[in-house]
């Protein structure tokens, strides 16, 4: 059975850090995109990073230059370094693994990690 | 960036009618388009990826149509457990993946 445990999501003041962790399981981890998707309280999603099998990464736009992705094969799990956040990186973050058929579409996703920004 | 845009924002419907969502693009994105289903308090869950392929385990009352710019969802036959938040998100012009801004179904 395929399971994504995410974790690390806390109360951090503007301009802090945070680090979150998504566990997976069930699957082969080292075959997988992997993508984080936040929420913010009340609204919609938004796609915030992914990481290929080789490393590959690409971001949106506003967390370039403050958020990193990286993964660990060994441990089965991914990460998301959060750096200078913001009110507005407040959100629920979600850890979702991308399809075989096509690394955009997120077939299965973690439970979601809280993560605050608030002075 | 691709800009989703879903309507209505909310359908009011009763278990048992035909529920159909639209999703248009600001650009063409081939058939690269999927729905999740959101209820809350829970993770989304894939419903429809490439326009019309359903995932796994999903009814068959669920079904995708559209390509290009205009997509739709369409569920049959609602049953109680449908009534939830509905996003569609496209993988056809990317980074980013976007999503629309959800549209929510209802009990009337």
């Known amino acids: 059975e395929v399971q994504l445990v995410d974790s690390g999501g806390a109360l951090v003041q503007p301009g802090g850090s945070l680090r979150l962790s998504c566990a997976a399981s069930?699957?082969?981890?080292?075959?997988?995109?992997m993508n984080w998707v936040r929420q913010a309280p009340g609204k919609g999603l938004e796609w915030v990073a992914n990481?290929?099998?080789?490393?590959?990464?690409r971001y949106v736009d506003s967390v370039k230059g403050r958020f990193t992705i990286s993964r660990d094969n060994a441990k089965n799990s991914l990460y998301l370094q959060m750096n200078s956040l913001r009110a507005e990186d407040t959100a629920v973050y979600y850890c979702?693994?991308?399809?075989?058929?096509?690394?955009?579409?997120?077939?299965?996703w973690g439970q979601g990690t809280l993560v605050t920004v608030s002075s | 960036e691709v800009v989703l845009t879903q309507s209505p924002a909310t359908l009011s419907l009763s278990p048992g009618e035909r529920a159909t969502l639209s999703c248009r693009a600001s650009?063409?994105?081939?058939?690269?388009l999927a729905w999740y289903q959101q209820k809350p308090g829970q993770a989304p869950r894939l419903l429809i990826y490439?326009?019309?392929k359903r995932a796994t385990g999903i009814p068959a009352r669920f079904s995708g149509s559209g390509s290009g710019t205009d997509f739709t969802l369409t569920i049959s036959n609602l049953e109680p457990e449908d009534f939830a938040v509905y996003y569609c998100?496209?993988?056809?012009?990317?980074?980013?993946?976007?999503f629309g801004q959800g549209t929510k179904v209802e009990i009337k």
């Open positions: 998100q496209q993988r056809g012009n990317w980074p980013p993946y976007t």
């Open positions: 490439d326009a019309s």
């Open positions: 650009q063409s994105v081939s058939s690269y």
């Open positions: 979702a693994r991308g399809n075989l058929a096509g690394a955009g579409i997120f077939d299965y």
């Open positions: 069930g699957f082969t981890f080292t075959s997988y995109w």
């Open positions: 990481m290929g099998q080789d490393g590959n990464e």
